[in-house]
């Protein structure tokens, strides 16, 4: 690109200079004939034609470099856009998208303003493979001539760009940490952010063949408790419940183990239950239900699970590179409890240490260490619940942040007409000021995800 703009400007410095050198080589022959007499002037008006002639040419040829130069750059531009919008925006409004970038930035900058009075018939072609992620496009225009129409050249010349880019997913571990509450259910806000949040993975994930390195992570958050489920390894010793079936004689009304049922964990006391310390290093209260009553028939009993309303029916998810695996997540979370962000910004962080690495038990490399050069870590923080947060879970939710960010972790806070005492603090947990969006609808939040999706979308040139 940058080459481009320098080759531009010399464009434009050439245009200018012949505008120049055919204003003095006609004000000199002007002159130079008022002084002329009889024979001499056939030689001075053949001479003149040809200098005349010579400097038109020119002239018309710098205007036509000028504009090839210009529509390249735009052409870059508009390529970049369209690949970073492909998967965002159908074949049609894909076009208009490129056609307009390109426009726009083919008539603009003063220095070339008097070329471009003279393009017509802008077009452009579009290819897109949504499999490869590329998007190529080319551009062709008319550059009216001014002197070589008058000597019959040509009246136009038409001047292309043809452009290559690929659309790439960045390797990244990404958490979607969401408001999951009472309230965001029963005001329809969390049906809003699952629909959308489900299709920005499925976006992300059609770049598969690409590039495997993006993981995904889900952590609802609402109500004191957190499902961890399968993990009951991270409990208090002694406080699983093994006497059922079938360690007891009795049935059971789950078909798989138990620790795969609803079940939770409260939070800790101390520092542990504000930080990333691992479960090896501090366990977790449990929090499960079973209840057994005597089957008539059998004289034995029938054990269930009764783990109250208030801990998740989704477990936390941690970072996996399935889309259908957190796509169901996502499509299970049920609004319980009060917004407990702090909470869910604790467990985001616990996602995403490193020293969680064995903990999560996942058999990869995720989650990676700080500043992995090759791998981003971003958390997307959703709050909507208008009832606000407790004080504690506010200063939490803060104290976590500012680790976050200290390790290099971006944070993208969307605030969906959360209470307005969560205005400044969900402001300032975000990266900067530039990663907190505010919205008011289910369409602005459509449109702000897909924004960020932008935001985090790679694009090489070449094919």
Known sequence: MLELLRFGNLISGVHLYMNMVLTVVLESCWRFSRDIKGSAAPIFLLVFTVILGTSAFLLDVSRVLAVQSKLNS???????????????????????????????????????SGSYRTVQDLTIKVETNENSGEVTIEAQTKVTTYFLKIFHFFDDVTVSATLSVRQVMPEAEIVLALD??????????????????SELVQAFVKHSKIIDGIQFSLVPFGGSYVNVAPHKDWVDEGTWPDDVPPNVPGTKSWAGELEQERWCVGRRSGIAGETDLTPEQSKFPLVIGISSVVDVNTGLPHYSVTTAEDCPLQPILPLTDSSVVVSRGISKIIGTGEVMVGQGMVWAERVLSPNWLSSWQQGGRHP??????????????FVGSQSGSSEDQTQLMSAVCTRLKSEGVKIYVIDYQSSSNLTSPLTLCATSSGYYFNVTSSTELREVIWQIARFLTIVKTGS
Request: no cysteine; charged share 20%; proline share 1%.
């Open 180 to 197: 999951s509450s009472a309230e965001m259910e029963i005001s329809g806000r969390l049906e809003d952010v699952k629909s959308w949040t």
């Open 368 to 381: 990676v260490a700080y500043n992995d050069p090759e791998v981003e870590k971003i958390v997307l923080l």
């Open 74 to 112: 735009a052409s870059e531009l508009a390529v970049v856009a369209m690949a970073k919008n492909l998967h965002f925006l159908n074949d049609q409004q894909l076009n208009d998208f490129g056609l307009g970038i390109l426009s726009a930035n083919l008539k603009s900058g003063n220095s070339f």
